[in-house]
């Protein structure tokens, strides 16, 4: 039985999941940390995420040490981690994570990336294995499902990969964790989607003293 094909995002008060980009190569680059626009960044990424560091399960797929939070929000990190089977990935996420995740990048699932480069799959210890797509969104869900079996499929991101994803009408449901910051600007969620073709069920609701955590169901109108 194939699973569900999912995401799980965090986003701010006024509906930003990212702040305003930055070059990959400048936001973990050691000379330009003194950068402007590389400090606001850093800044409001560590702010939107400010929930996740603290939690067990997160210090530990990370390797962050021993101990960490117990309580609703680690039940949920974990729970996402367990249910996905594989994720799926656009050139930018990717792009930007490559210098920053830890050699044992922290999927342990295979991943695939959306992208018109073509290059052979990259093996990383642990379990997780990038695989390159250069046929389209469609293509690169067909080949997670069949990787990830009776599991769940992640759409890990970016916004953009997201946003074609569910107009396309490939999303079965996703989870937003809501963060009392606000960014004013920075890269939506919700740009580019058309309202008129999502129907929108909300089908769980738990808050911790940290954050809120929302899911839906879609589907077609």
Request: glycine share 8%.
């Amino acid at each position: 039985m194939a699973g569900k094909v999912f995401f799980s995002v965090t986003m701010s008060l006024d509906g930003f999941m990212a702040p305003e980009p930055v070059p990959p190569e400048d936001a973990f680059s050691p000379e330009k940390q003194d950068d402007p626009g590389v400090r606001r960044w850093m800044s409001k990424w560590a702010e939107l995420q400010a929930w996740a560091f603290p939690q067990r399960w997160f210090r530990e797929n990370l390797k962050l040490g021993e101990g960490g939070e117990e309580g609703l929000d680690n039940d949920i990190a974990r729970a996402t981690y367990e249910r996905t089977g594989a994720s799926v990935m656009g050139k930018r996420m990717f792009e930007a994570g490559e210098p920053a995740w830890p050699e044992e990048a922290p999927f342990h699932t295979p991943v695939f990336v959306v992208t018109h480069t073509r290059r052979d799959p990259w093996e990383r210890p642990g379990g997780t294995t990038f695989h390159f797509v250069n046929d389209g969104i469609e293509s690169a869900l067909d080949q997670a499902r069949e990787a990830a079996a009776d599991r769940d499929v992640r759409i890990a991101g970016g916004a953009e990969t997201i946003q074609e994803y569910l107009d396309s009408g490939l999303i079965d449901e996703f989870s937003i964790t809501l963060a009392p910051v606000l960014f004013g600007t920075g890269i939506r969620l919700f740009d580019r989607v058309d309202p008129d073709r999502l129907a929108l069920e909300q089908t769980r609701t738990e808050a911790s003293s940290r954050v809120t955590h929302l899911t839906y169901t879609v589907g077609k109108r």
